[in-house]
């Protein structure tokens, strides 16, 4: 080996060393996050315990069994003077329509103080030659306060003959009189009351809407809060005869049936704005009330119960609305004309256990508890528990419900019947809200193939027992209501009113192609009441909207003027409240229509008061 080769290894040997240090230096150098990340991780590393930790579980609500009072439900209905029977028209080849009305209003309609009682008439098929020009009149009886009713039809010209359904009841010109909106399968009518008497404006007033809508529940309420009362009519499904006819619907394979509202196309329901005069527009499209199906973009609703309500609580009413066999809408009031529908974002548009769309008809709402929870309840179809609808607590303004009929004890004795009417009221004026269901099938022969459903099924009262008790919401059995309450009929729509003025809620129930039922409250248990009339001047005089609450105690009560409630029907305008066994209020609130809020002074209970803004 030269020298010049020893060289040349020495040099190479050198590289190589050098190259070896050089790995093992960025070896190193990028093995020491991986060794810190593990220290830290070594270092973080939890001791397992084998020691038991101490559960703490949460409260328990202690439940409080509840005794219901009597709670005595009277069939007065021959008595008191009331002999009407709904017409339905049927005559063998069972049309859709024959089987949904009719509808019951609760009105002062000649300003004396006492209840009167209107009840929609629906008439005979035009085409049903052997009963052709026969007429069939809605009928208005005038009461006096002493649970008597005399027929005023004639002298105060409600005679209308059309294919009734549901009926709204608001002053719409501010004059101190009760004016009409009858809903029906066609043409509707609007009729002014003049000093007792009433005039038809349908056409005038430009609210007859199409020949070809089959309209539903209607209720009149001031949404742009300008003083003057507005005009919401549902409308059901697209239907005429031949619709209808050129489907084979059928129970038993063989014999026809009574078509499900699947079977027909949605629709859009009219929201009239009242421009004064007695002229109303039309401004379903333009405030964004007219929802369409999202795959289809065909009308969606069929809508069957309405239910106008402030949900978030920003002075602005808003709009609920029942529909049968697709998603209920909630129409949130933007303040400027137009409305966002966010049933879906409420958690109100479905049957929150199954995600389906119920069969949903009659609606009210109410602030339920004083704790200011709000409840909307929603009458379903045969089968179907009833909703009950609360709202969460949280942001007013996106409030959230969640369906509490199940865990109040509501839900499962509803599943027994199919719920038209349905309203919130104090039955037994203990301060908390009770609820009513008016009940009825819709084939006569369900039985046979149904064996757990009737044709004619009993009303259903449910009694509030307070949120202590073993169940919210108990049903009340016929020892406590009285047999007669519990006679199975044909409900459709209900309404109250305090009808002999003793400071306790009376019921009127309206049925199909039948007699109605009419029902004194006798309670006895001794509570104490205060009822609340108010007369607008800035606001709509009939005040609808306002919201009263009463402190009564360590108790705050609330209620809003909203004759709109149940299914094609209107109650009083006369605010009740229950006191129990308190015998006077600390103080009484009235937010009125567009923000005023003032405070009265109440001396006594056991009354009647009427304030004027």
């Not at 002999?83 to 028209?89: A, C, E, L, R, T």
């Not at 409305?339 to 548009?349: D, M, N, Y």
């Not at 942001?395 to 349905?422: C, E, H, V, W, Y």
């Not at 909207?545 to 809003?560: F, N």
Request: glycine letters at 10%.
């Amino acid at each position: 080996m030269t020298d010049h080769e020893s060289d040349e290894d020495v040099q190479n040997d050198a590289v190589i060393a050098s190259a070896l240090r050089t790995s093992l230096i960025v070896i190193m150098l990028m093995g020491v996050p991986v060794i810190g990340v593990l220290v830290y991780l070594n270092l973080k590393k939890v001791t397992q315990e084998s020691t038991e930790i101490e559960v703490t579980l949460p409260e328990v609500r202690e439940a409080v069994e509840q005794t219901i009072p009597k709670l005595s439900m009277s069939d007065v209905t021959t008595k008191c003077g009331i002999d009407f029977v709904h017409q339905s028209g049927r005559y063998g080849e069972k049309l859709l329509p024959e089987t949904m009305g009719s509808g019951v209003a609760v009105l002062d309609y000649n300003g004396d103080g006492h209840s009167d009682l209107f009840f929609v008439n629906s008439s005979f098929w035009p085409w049903d030659e052997s009963h052709q020009n026969q007429p069939t009149p809605c009928r208005l009886y005038r009461g006096d306060g002493k649970f008597q009713f005399t027929d005023v039809t004639k002298e105060t010209g409600t005679e209308e003959t059309l294919y009734g359904m549901g009926v709204a009841v608001g002053d719409i010109d501010n004059d101190g009189d009760s004016d009409l909106f009858i809903s029906a399968v066609g043409k509707n009518r609007m009729l002014r009351n003049d000093d007792g008497v009433y005039t038809d404006i349908s056409d005038d007033s430009e609210t007859a809407g199409s020949d070809e809508a089959w309209s539903t529940s209607c209720g009149f309420f001031d949404y742009d809060n300008d003083g003057l009362l507005d005009l919401f009519v549902c409308n059901y499904v697209t239907w005429n005869k031949e619709i209808d006819l050129s489907q084979e619907f059928t129970l038993d394979g063989q014999s026809r049936a009574y078509g499900p509202p699947k079977a027909f196309s949605g629709s859009f329901s009219y929201l009239y704005h009242n421009d004064g005069d007695g002229k109303f527009s039309d401004a379903s499209e333009t405030a964004g009330i007219q929802i369409r199906n999202d795959d289809t973009d065909v009308p969606l609703g069929k809508a069957m119960g309405l239910a106008p309500v402030d949900f978030n609580e920003d002075g602005w009413m808003d709009i609920v609305v029942a529909n049968d066999t697709v998603r209920n809408f909630m129409f949130q009031n933007n303040k400027n004309g137009t409305f966002t529908e966010v049933g879906r974002l409420t958690g109100i548009a479905y049957d929150r256990s199954t995600g389906s769309a119920r069969g949903a008809m009659g609606i009210d709402t109410a602030m339920f508890r004083d704790d200011g929870t709000l409840a909307i309840g929603i009458g379903n179809f045969a089968n179907e528990a009833s909703a009950l609808y609360m709202a969460r607590s949280g942001d007013s303004n996106r409030k959230q419900f969640i369906d509490a009929a199940m865990f109040t004890g509501f839900g499962p004795p509803t599943r027994q019947g199919l719920t038209f009417g349905l309203f919130f009221f104090d039955v037994d004026l203990d301060g908390r809200l009770d609820v009513m269901g008016a009940n009825g099938h819709l084939e006569e022969e369900i039985s046979k193939t149904q064996a757990t459903q009737r044709y004619e099924q009993p009303p259903q009262l449910f009694w509030n027992a307070g949120r202590e008790s073993q169940s919210e919401l108990a049903l009340v059995e016929a020892d406590c209501t009285g047999e007669s309450f519990c006679d199975p009929i044909v409900g459709r729509g209900t309404a109250y009113g305090d009808f002999d003025e003793d400071g306790d809620l009376d019921v009127v129930i309206s049925t199909s192609h039948s007699a109605p039922k009419v029902f004194r409250n006798d309670q006895a248990t001794g509570h104490h009441w205060l009822r609340v009339r108010l007369i607008g001047s800035d606001c709509n005089r009939d005040a609808i909207g306002a919201i009263i609450q009463i402190k009564t105690g360590d108790a705050v009560l609330s209620r809003t003027i909203m004759p709109t409630r149940s299914y094609l029907s209107q109650s009083e305008k006369t605010a009740s409240f229950g006191l129990g066994t308190s015998e006077q209020v600390d103080a009484l609130t009235v937010t009125w229509p567009g923000g005023e809020t003032k405070t009265y002074p109440i001396d006594g209970v056991d009354a009647l008061v009427e304030l004027k803004q």
